[in-house]
């Protein structure tokens, strides 16, 4: 069933002017991106863009462990955000903040009321209807061990469209011959050679979406200290059709963040990295980053081709019938 068609792009935009408006901080680190250092770097057919945002660096190197979690005020409640963050409820559900660290010129946070862990599965429908309702936008999700820095609190974001490259990419990267389902009202794509493999969901109708999602879903491995598979997931709405770009992970981290000297690099990717803008928050990991550590990055934490071609042939083994 199609939710009501309703937009609050707009309403999103309007708030995110109130903010630079009031709120020195936002106002600060939004103006900063502006001026940031950006570099590209054209791979086998697609692009990753490094961003030099200095003030993700309480983000990037968040501690995410259940101690840590336990003994830090969690910065998405209510009632421990800042007296100049405006809030608007959306859904009666969950808050549409504005990012005061912003990747994007446009960059919002979407958590949950209520106080409960990250978790996809059973938020599934939100995700689509908020992708609906702000269909300017592209939505994300970082699973709890997929980027999240605050895997305690449910959460979604909410980012300017066509900065991250796989936003107009995905269009050119499924083909016929990587159609894994058919359904009435959604088809499900293999996503290959692309160093961030996963699974691509085209559909025109919540019901088809979610059926092909928890397929997806229960073909991926749960790790034993976690507690859903390792995920990062795009959706945007347009034209009667959304566009659910699934990106299964395994490794939270690469080993380099833990690395000492001058192998360290401060890399904890989440969704925008994934989506092909690799963040760095300090200076001398802009200047280092080069084609080949990227792709051993991008290989340590996401699945090759192969692993994905496998997790694909279990999906279709377990197909509805008639697809």
């Given at each position: 069933m199609m939710p009501e068609t309703n937009t609050?792009?707009?309403?999103?935009?309007?708030?995110?002017?109130?903010?630079?408006?009031?709120?020195?901080?936002?106002?600060?680190?939004?103006?900063?991106?502006?001026?940031?250092?950006?570099?590209?770097?054209?791979?086998?057919?697609?692009?990753?863009?490094?961003?030099?945002?200095?003030?993700?660096?309480?983000s990037s190197n968040a501690k995410v462990d259940m101690f840590s979690l336990k003994e830090r005020k969690c910065f998405l409640c209510s009632h421990h955000l800042p007296p100049e963050?405006?809030?608007?409820?959306w859904k009666a559900k969950y808050l549409l903040l504005v990012n005061p660290y912003?990747?994007?010129?446009?960059?919002?946070?979407?958590?949950?009321?209520?106080?409960?862990?990250?978790?996809?599965?059973?938020?599934?429908?939100?995700?689509?209807?908020?992708?609906?309702?702000?269909?300017?936008?592209?939505?994300?999700?970082?699973?709890?061990?997929?980027?999240?820095?605050?895997?305690?609190?449910?959460?979604?974001?909410?980012?300017?469209?066509?900065?991250?490259?796989?936003?107009?990419?995905?269009?050119?990267?499924?083909?016929?011959?990587?159609?894994?389902?058919?359904?009435p009202g959604g088809t499900l794509?293999?996503?290959?050679?692309?160093?961030?493999?996963?699974?691509?969901?085209?559909?025109?109708?919540?019901?088809a979406a979610h059926t092909l999602f928890k397929l997806v879903y229960k073909h991926l491995v749960v790790k034993p200290d976690e507690v859903e598979p390792g995920m990062n997931m795009f959706a945007h709405y347009q034209n009667g059709t959304w566009t659910i770009t699934i990106i299964p992970r395994k490794k939270h981290r690469p080993w380099q963040f833990a690395a000492k000297g001058e192998e360290r690099l401060l890399s904890s990717p989440g969704a925008a990295d994934i989506g092909g803008l690799f963040v760095t928050a300090r200076e001398e990991d802009f200047e280092k980053i080069r084609k080949d550590l990227l792709e051993d990055i991008y290989s340590q934490v996401c699945f090759n081709d192969t692993e994905i071609a496998e997790i694909a042939k279990k999906i279709t083994a377990n197909a509805p019938k008639g697809h």
């Open positions: 609050y792009s707009a309403e999103a935009i309007r708030l995110l002017n109130r903010q630079l408006k009031e709120w020195p901080l936002a106002n600060k680190n939004f103006l900063l991106l502006k001026s940031i250092r950006l570099k590209t770097f054209e791979m086998d057919g697609f692009t990753i863009k490094v961003q030099f945002t200095p003030s993700r660096m309480l963050q405006e809030k608007r409820v912003p990747i994007f010129p446009e960059h919002f946070t979407i958590p949950s009321i209520e106080h409960v862990d990250q978790r996809i599965l059973h938020r599934f429908e939100d995700f689509l209807e908020l992708a609906h309702a702000l269909d300017a936008f592209t939505v994300f999700y970082n699973g709890p061990k997929s980027g999240a820095s605050a895997p305690d609190h449910a959460h979604f974001q909410a980012v300017t469209r066509h900065i991250m490259p796989i936003d107009d990419e995905v269009y050119t990267r499924i083909e016929e011959g990587q159609r894994l389902i058919q359904l794509y293999q996503l290959t050679h692309y160093l961030r493999n996963g699974f691509v969901i085209k559909a025109q109708t919540i019901e």
